[in-house]
């Protein structure tokens, strides 16, 4: 399938679809059952040109579970969904069952998780606060076994696509918000929910896709995510994601676009992309 937009943007990297599948792509990069890994990298892995797959058991991290739609995977977090909200905020010390924990994460080698289990990733303030971010993500538990993750120019007419996600750099980002609005008859197309890298792409997207008319979601505000991708994608990509009628639309709209104009050219002209090298 192939973009306008990608060409219009001088995307650097390819959209990425996250799709519903029972069977997966029997050449799909995927995380061994029960081992940890970020579903971003499977993304960015996508973004470059391959086929990647996460099921039920290879989501590379509780997160990841929740941000694909495999359901509530907090609850399985080492300790259980109360550990996790601590781990998230201030920190398991002080609480006997997650020093155990941490404890035990430390004498297994695992020395950096165990201090980010203890002391707390700090992105929420209060573990209450946690419950109820948890609370308000859009949890789903999807139909199929399988989330299969690929570049866009792959999807075949017969896939269940759920999700398409640009990778961009602050201009382009700039452009997708814009497209985004361009068609449409108020000017809150685009959402930046506090989220998982991963949940912004997945979780939240599909929950767009349910609306009668579906927001962009703005992705890569997870500093978890950033960190990890920036050897794969640089460290000025944010993600932008829309629900696959979204994608239609903003696609339909970019003929007789600003896209086309002089001041947009000009934002092309100065980074060295060009608007019609395919990406």
Known sequence: MHSTIATAIGLTFEPVALIWADEKPPQALEFAPGKW?????LLAAAAKGKTAAAGRDSFGCFGGGVGLGFGN???HFPGGEECFCRFLSCGNAGSEPGEAIGRGMAASGAA?????????ERYLKTPELVR???AELPIIDIPTRYVVIKPLRDVAAEDDVQSITFFVNPDQLAALVVLANYGSAHNQSVIIPFAAGCQ???ICTFAEARRDEPRAVVGLVDLS??????????????????????????EADVPGSFLERA?????????????????
């Open 37 to 41: 890994g970020c579903v971003l990298f």
């Open 73 to 75: 995977q907090y609850v």
């Open 112 to 120: 950096a998780m165990a201090e980010d289990f203890l002391l707390g």
């Open 132 to 134: 109820q971010f948890i």
């Open 200 to 202: 912004s792409v997945g």
């Open 225 to 250: 995510a950033r960190k990890n991708l920036r050897r794969q994608l640089g460290r000025d990509v944010f993600s932008f994601s829309v629900a696959p009628a979204m994608f239609r639309r903003m």
């Open 263 to 279: 001041t947009w050219k000009s934002l092309l002209d100065a980074t060295g992309q060009s608007p019609t090298a395919s990406p």
